[in-house]
């Protein structure tokens, strides 16, 4: 029996460290993971109601057109229900795009270093991937645009980026967006839509009526705090969304997940506070490290990368050590760097904590 072709050498997806491992292998009463951009804060209560409610009905298959969370979206964002493709996270609405839309032989354009997800789809339909490196961090747009030729089907906009947390604004996403050809999918990738506080951050979903090229990204699993549910969106044209469909799963997403995003969405207040804390916690935490000379980028989002001038993996061990579950960034692209998911004020405490004994700084613990 044999894979196909473009699936030689492919390695399965590497999570972050789960707690349950760390702790033992550690010998840890207590493992804080702050790896995977969760919400520390966990999900709104309201969801988790819903979740035990959908749970009474889990003999029947899902609402495979996920009505309910639709048309609320669709309400949400003012476009039309034929614009939004629900998918097993929006992992699964990448993984719908390039089935549909990627030929052997064809490529796509991203960042890098970005959201290794599409690249990984693009290998497995025997696609190419024309990596454009980020320039001081942020994705270099002209550059981007250079690298699309006639083979381009798409080009992927990580916005904020993952892992860097830094975000294209408006202006140069526009122009970006008015130059790409017609025929190439522009993707701009949102996960962290909601976290975002920068003033001249782009509005997308407007740009959907000019723009028949574009699709946007959002998610439950990140600010929402959902991810274990696995459910998120794409909004695009009907025309684009009428096209790719057809290589969507009956039942992707499942009833428990539906009746969590839909509750998810209403909870408004439960969104509000957890965003404005991550606002909060981001500002404590860049002011320690501009305090101590430390190198970051700007993030956007709910995570940090963080210049360590030193491999990784001696920060990320350290870190482990003390029961912090980060990302290597040596898996990411940035050798020299940690990712810190933002976590609860006394997780954040607790790690620069660790930062401080680790560099011997002389200031006393928070
Ligand atoms: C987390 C993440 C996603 C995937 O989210 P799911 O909806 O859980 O599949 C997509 N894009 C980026 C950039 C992410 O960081």
């Given at each position: 029996?044999?894979?196909?072709?473009?699936?030689?050498?492919?390695?399965?997806?590497q999570p972050g460290?789960?707690?349950?491992?760390?702790?033992?292998?550690?010998?840890?009463?207590?493992?804080?993971?702050?790896?995977?951009?969760?919400?520390?804060?966990g999900?709104?209560?309201k969801?988790i109601?819903?979740?035990?409610?959908?749970?009474q009905?889990?003999?029947?298959?899902?609402?495979?057109?996920?009505?309910?969370?639709?048309?609320?979206?669709?309400?949400?964002?003012?476009?039309?229900?034929?614009?939004?493709?629900?998918?097993n996270?929006?992992?699964?609405?990448i993984?719908?795009?390039?089935?549909?839309?990627?030929?052997?032989?064809?490529n796509?354009?991203?960042?890098?270093?970005?959201?290794?997800?599409?690249?990984h789809n693009?290998?497995?339909?025997g696609?190419?991937?024309?990596?454009?490196?980020?320039?001081?961090?942020?994705?270099?747009?002209?550059?981007?645009?250079q690298?699309?030729?006639?083979?381009?089907?798409?080009?992927?906009?990580?916005?904020?980026?993952?892992?860097?947390?830094?975000?294209?604004?408006?202006a140069?996403?526009?122009?970006?967006?008015?130059?790409?050809?017609?025929?190439?999918?522009?993707?701009?990738?949102?996960?962290?839509y909601?976290?975002?506080?920068?003033?001249?951050y782009?509005?997308?979903?407007?740009?959907?009526k000019?723009?028949?090229?574009?699709?946007i990204?959002?998610?439950?699993s990140?600010?929402?705090?959902?991810?274990?549910?696995?459910?998120?969106?794409?909004?695009g044209?009907?025309?684009?969304?009428q096209?790719?469909?057809?290589?969507?799963?009956?039942?992707?997403?499942?009833?428990a997940?539906?009746?969590?995003?839909?509750?998810a969405?209403?909870?408004?207040?439960?969104?509000?506070?957890?965003?404005?804390?991550?606002a909060?916690?981001?500002?404590?935490?860049?002011?320690?490290?501009?305090?101590?000379?430390?190198?970051?980028?700007?993030?956007?989002?709910?995570?940090?990368?963080?210049?360590?001038?030193?491999?990784?993996?001696?920060?990320?061990?350290?870190?482990?050590?003390?029961?912090?579950i980060v990302?290597?960034?040596?898996?990411l692209?940035?050798?020299?760097?940690?990712?810190?998911?933002?976590g609860?004020?006394?997780?954040?405490?607790?790690?620069?904590?660790?930062?401080?004994?680790?560099?011997?700084l002389?200031?006393p613990?928070?």
């Amino acid at each position: 029996m044999k894979v196909k072709e473009s699936m030689i050498g492919l390695v399965p997806y590497q999570p972050g460290r789960s707690m349950e491992e760390v702790k033992q292998e550690l010998g840890l009463d207590q493992v804080v993971k702050l790896a995977s951009n969760e919400n520390p804060y966990g999900a709104s209560p309201k969801a988790i109601s819903a979740v035990s409610d959908a749970v009474q009905g889990i003999a029947v298959y899902p609402d495979g057109y996920a009505k309910k969370i639709r048309e609320k979206t669709a309400e949400k964002l003012h476009v039309s229900e034929k614009q939004l493709l629900f998918g097993n996270g929006s992992d699964e609405v990448i993984l719908i795009l390039c089935r549909a839309m990627l030929n052997p032989g064809e490529n796509i354009v991203t960042a890098h270093p970005t959201f290794p997800q599409y690249k990984h789809n693009a290998v497995i339909e025997g696609a190419d991937t024309v990596e454009v490196p980020l320039k001081n961090g942020v994705h270099d747009l002209d550059a981007m645009l250079q690298a699309i030729t006639e083979k381009t089907k798409i080009v992927f906009v990580c916005n904020p980026n993952n892992p860097s947390g830094t975000y294209v604004n408006e202006a140069a996403f526009l122009d970006f967006l008015n130059k790409v050809p017609e025929d190439v999918l522009v993707v701009s990738d949102e996960a962290y839509y909601e976290y975002v506080t920068a003033a001249d951050y782009p509005d997308t979903i407007p740009l959907l009526k000019d723009h028949p090229n574009l699709l946007i990204l959002r998610t439950f699993s990140k600010a929402y705090g959902l991810a274990s549910l696995r459910v998120g969106f794409g909004v695009g044209s009907e025309a684009l969304i009428q096209a790719v469909e057809p290589g969507r799963e009956p039942f992707n997403t499942n009833s428990a997940a539906q009746a969590a995003a839909e509750a998810a969405l209403d909870d408004t207040t439960f969104l509000q506070e957890c965003t404005e804390k991550n606002a909060e916690e981001m500002r404590k935490f860049t002011d320690f490290l501009d305090r101590h000379g430390f190198s970051y980028y700007p993030s956007e989002a709910n995570f940090l990368l963080l210049s360590v001038h030193r491999p990784g993996g001696e920060v990320f061990d350290r870190l482990l050590r003390a029961g912090y579950i980060v990302r290597n960034g040596e898996a990411l692209g940035f050798p020299e760097h940690v990712r810190i998911t933002l976590g609860t004020r006394e997780q954040n405490q607790g790690i620069r904590n660790e930062i401080r004994r680790w560099l011997e700084l002389d200031e006393p613990d928070e």
